[in-house]
């Protein structure tokens, strides 16, 4: 089964605990702090793979989940980091948050993104080693790797789409021309579903997609027109079909101005595509109507006009290949927000968001009296008080980063 639209839910991997151990030998007078780090946790990778054809995986198994690093131990043991997950998608993906917005777009077998970030691992008591701290009795937490729900889509890569009002011949025009095998029948919407057919021509193979037909009003969703609108975006050249069969109900003229009418409302740029309009089924009415037309007479049933047919498109399909620039491994949208951002929630209390301000008060003690005064001084180092100034934060109110809340006073 195509499936070309899913949901998928990530969960980048959890860092490990820092340690809190103390060197305990025989004959060594008082051993100093020697806990480990804990491990990262791995990442999550969305790669583009040639081997995959839709996202029919993720339909009933949407829940992607990378492992999580281990804890550190004493004697400066770190933990192990949580291996990477990488996730086969389909070429041609494009990866959207729940808002709709588009974050990343693979358009290229083998490109990658990286969807959601693993936790770092928290660093152990020896890490805090100072002058003024010579033994630490405190840790870091390992970091909560990231956790989302994406919206992918896919859009198929094909060289040439087939464009035409249902049941104009397009399935019937593929089979004859590739080795696909779409369902063939005499009603409407007969294909639900794109198809991919690979031609050998002379000029080099290229790959055609069937894609479901097109009814006045798809660019506005009508006939679930967006779905099938967007898998003719990446195609290189355009053939109409306009149908010459008698029981089409519009004259040829009237569907490819229809058609056009279509496509320039979804996306205007799909109009100055390389296109070439033809008659299809002329066996039902002969080649003169195609004639009367302007359009170049194609029957898949009897075989008129498909030997040119693929003679024209492998040229106009080399042609385009040569003037198109290589598409780029992908496409980030919209990069990773970074520093430190406050905000006020509804019942007052300011929020403090940030990786670092976070990471700043994820230790294992903050009552111990050493790792409140290093979270204190290290949120100032990043500008936190500053910034909460700025938001207008007043003695009394409630502030919280991560876990911790505190009360703000001056100083």
């Keep these: 089964m195509f499936v070309d639209e899913c949901q998928v839910h990530l969960k980048a991997g959890d860092g490990g605990a820092g340690a809190v151990s103390f060197r305990r030998e025989a004959h060594v007078a008082l051993g100093?702090?020697?806990?480990?780090?804990?491990?990262?946790?791995?990442?999550?990778?969305?790669?583009?793979?040639?081997?995959?054809?839709?996202?029919?995986?993720?339909?009933?198994?949407?829940?992607?989940?990378?492992?999580?690093?281990?804890?550190?131990?004493?004697?400066?043991?770190?933990?192990?980091?949580?291996?990477?997950?990488?996730?086969?998608?389909p070429a041609g993906t494009v990866v959207k948050d729940l808002q709709g917005r588009a974050l990343a777009d693979l358009a290229e077998a083998g490109?990658?993104?990286?969807?959601?970030?693993?936790?770092?691992?928290?660093?152990?008591?020896?890490?805090?080693?100072?002058?003024?701290?010579?033994?630490?009795?405190?840790?870091?937490q390992g970091e909560l790797g990231e956790e989302l729900w994406l919206n992918l889509e896919l859009r198929l890569m094909a060289d040439v789409a087939l464009v035409g009002f249902p049941n104009s011949g397009k399935s019937t025009l593929i089979s004859r021309i590739s080795a696909a095998k779409p369902k063939v029948a005499s009603y409407p919407f007969t294909t639900l579903e794109p198809h991919l057919g690979v031609v050998r021509a002379e000029g080099g193979d290229f790959v055609v997609a069937d894609v479901p037909g097109l009814v006045p009003g798809a660019s506005e969703g009508r006939g679930l027109g967006h779905r099938f609108l967007r898998h003719i975006e990446r195609a290189r050249v355009l053939l109409f079909l306009a149908d010459m069969g008698e029981d089409a109900g519009l004259s040829p003229a009237e569907q490819v101005r229809?058609?056009?009418?279509?496509?320039?409302?979804?996306?205007?740029?799909?109009?100055?595509?390389?296109?070439?309009?033809v008659g299809s089924r002329s066996d039902l009415l002969g080649a003169t109507?195609?004639?009367?037309?302007?359009?170049?007479?194609?029957?898949?049933?009897?075989?008129?006009?498909?030997?040119?047919?693929?003679?024209?498109?492998?040229?106009?399909?080399?042609?385009?290949?040569?003037?198109?620039?290589?598409?780029?491994?992908?496409?980030?949208?919209r990069p990773a927000p970074a520093g430190v951002v406050v905000e006020r929630t509804a019942d007052g209390t300011l929020l403090v968001k940030g990786r670092e301000a976070e990471r700043a008060v994820a230790l294992?003690?903050?009552?111990?009296?050493?790792?409140?005064?290093?979270?204190?001084?290290?949120?100032?180092?990043?500008?936190?008080?500053?910034?909460?100034?700025?938001?207008?934060?007043?003695e009394g109110d409630r502030v919280r980063v991560g876990p911790f809340e505190f009360e703000w006073g001056p100083g």
């Design 289 to 333: 109507r195609a004639g009367q037309a302007g359009f170049t007479p194609v029957s898949a049933v009897t075989g008129e006009g498909v030997g040119w047919l693929v003679g024209q498109l492998s040229e106009m399909v080399s042609t385009a290949r040569s003037a198109q620039p290589r598409p780029r491994r992908y496409v980030l949208h």
């Design 258 to 277: 229809i058609l056009e009418v279509e496509l320039g409302s979804y996306q205007p740029e799909l109009l100055q595509r390389p296109r070439l309009v």
């Design 364 to 394: 294992s003690d903050l009552t111990d009296a050493g790792a409140l005064a290093y979270a204190q001084a290290r949120l100032r180092r990043l500008g936190v008080d500053r910034a909460l100034v700025k938001a207008g934060a007043k």
């Design 111 to 140: 490109a990658r993104w990286l969807a959601a970030r693993g936790g770092r691992g928290g660093r152990g008591n020896a890490r805090f080693l100072s002058n003024a701290r010579r033994a630490p009795r405190f840790a870091e």
């Design 32 to 89: 100093g702090p020697d806990g480990g780090d804990g491990g990262k946790g791995g990442d999550i990778w969305l790669v583009a793979d040639h081997n995959v054809a839709s996202l029919l995986a993720f339909r009933d198994h949407p829940h992607r989940q990378a492992s999580s690093g281990t804890h550190g131990r004493g004697g400066k043991r770190h933990g192990r980091a949580g291996p990477d997950l990488e996730v086969p998608v």
